[in-house]
C-alpha cells in the first residue's frame, strides 16, 4: 500500500517550483477529509469543534509541537470550542505536499 501522508515528514521547501494546481490539489484533499482550499487553492483550511476553550487550547498546543517537529507552521485561530487552522506553504504563495502533509497529521491529533 502507499504511504498515507500521515507517515510522511515534511521536507524543507526552498521555494524555486511551482505550488501545486487546484487539480493535483484536489487529489491530495481526497486524502484529507474535512479540509478545504480556500483564496483559488492557494490555502488549506480546516474548522476543529471542541466541547470548550480548554480543549482548543491543548489541541492547538499539540499543534504547535508537531509544527515545530516538522517545520511547517499552520497559521491558527481559535477560541471557545473551535480552533480554525491554515496552511500555506509561504515560499511559493500557494501549496505543496508539506501541507497536505501537516493537515494529515493534524486531523491525527484532533481523533476519530
Ligand atoms: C526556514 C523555515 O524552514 C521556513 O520559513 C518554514 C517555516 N514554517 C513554515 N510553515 C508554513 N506553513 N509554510 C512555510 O512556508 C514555512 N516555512
Known sequence: ????????????????ISPLTQKEAAV??????GWGLENEGRWLRRKFKFADFRESQSFIDKVGRLAE???????????????????QTHKIKGLHENDFIMASKISELAGP
Open 1 to 16: 500500500m502507499a504511504e498515507s501522508l500521515a507517515q510522511k515528514v515534511c521536507t524543507p521547501c526552498r521555494g524555486g
Open 69 to 87: 517537529e516538522q517545520g511547517h507552521h499552520p497559521d491558527i485561530c481559535f477560541g471557545w470550542g473551535y480552533a480554525t487552522v491554515s496552511l
Open 28 to 33: 491530495y484533499l481526497s486524502q484529507t477529509p
